[in-house]
């Protein structure tokens, strides 16, 4: 199993940027499906973007051209680069990793990663 660590979050003012990073441990981290999800206050965890093993990526319609999720094989570590923040996307951001391929996840969900960070805040202020 893959153990993860978030970082980067924090306050950013609307239209601001950030970068967050998920450092993982294990041998298995080049050949993970890597996705982003968040979750806000008062909702459910939702999906944000995801990263195969071949660097296919998908992206929640919410996020689309204002995020960019990559992956450095030879550092363990995924990134997910934020841009044009908006207040909605203030949320807990959390890593996670998982073994079904990108081309069979038409719409991921949480059930589909075994390994979860513990999450990274971002707040985004008007």
């Known amino acids: 199993q893959v153990q993860l660590v978030e970082s980067g979050g924090g306050l950013v003012q609307a239209g601001g940027s950030l970068r967050l990073s998920c450092a993982a441990s294990?041998?298995?981290?080049?050949?993970?499906?890597m996705a982003w999800f968040r979750r806000a206050p008062g909702k459910q965890r939702e999906f944000v973007a995801a990263i195969g093993w071949t660097d296919n990526t998908r992206y929640a319609d919410s996020v689309k051209g204002r995020c960019t999720i990559s992956r450095d094989n030879a550092k363990n570590t995924v990134y997910l680069q934020m841009t044009s923040l908006k207040p909605e996307d203030t949320a807990v951001y959390f890593c996670?990793?998982?073994?079904?391929?990108?081309?069979?996840?038409?719409?991921?969900?949480?059930?589909?990663?075994?390994?979860w960070g513990q999450g990274t805040q971002v707040t985004v202020s008007s």
């Open positions: 996670a990793a998982g073994s079904i391929p990108l081309s069979r996840l038409n719409s991921p969900i949480p059930a589909n990663f075994g390994s």
């Open positions: 294990g041998r298995t981290f080049s050949s993970a499906v």
